[in-house]
């Protein structure tokens, strides 16, 4: 599987992105995928998993009620809608897959990445 994410950019505080997660391989949709984030300086961190069929999801609680990820299989294709962004939420994003029970999608372990895409948030 190979992944390729888009969607990163620059942004006042407050304001929204989408971020995209284009899949090559006729597998994608077995795969749990997730969306990581690492700011300058500090370690890569989960922002929020969806399960492969879609129906199960886990945040990061920096990002609760802000943060919404979806994914369309028939597209082979993961989105981050980020809303009520804030200058903390700078970062390169990455999205990544693989195989994780759905009931512990927090601890997945990804096989796949994809080349990052940067978010700034301006105050």
């Known amino acids: 599987v190979q992944l390729q994410a888009s969607g990163g950019g620059l942004v006042q505080a407050g304001g929204s992105l989408r971020l995209s997660c284009a899949a090559s391989g006729r597998t994608f949709s077995v795969y749990a995928t997730g969306w990581f984030r690492q700011a300058p300086g500090k370690e890569r961190e989960i922002v929020a998993i969806?399960?492969?069929?879609?129906?199960?999801?886990y945040y990061a609680d920096s990002v609760k009620g802000r943060f919404t990820i979806s994914r369309d299989n028939a597209k082979n294709t993961v989105y981050l809608q980020m809303n009520s962004l804030r200058p903390e939420d700078t970062a390169v994003y990455y999205c990544?897959?693989?195989?994780?029970?759905?009931?512990?999608?927090?601890?997945?372990?990804?096989?796949?990445w994809g080349q990052g895409t940067q978010v700034t948030v301006s105050s």
């Open positions: 990544a897959a693989g195989i994780v029970s759905t009931l512990l999608l927090h601890t997945l372990r990804p096989d796949y």
């Open positions: 969806i399960s492969w069929s879609g129906d199960s999801t």
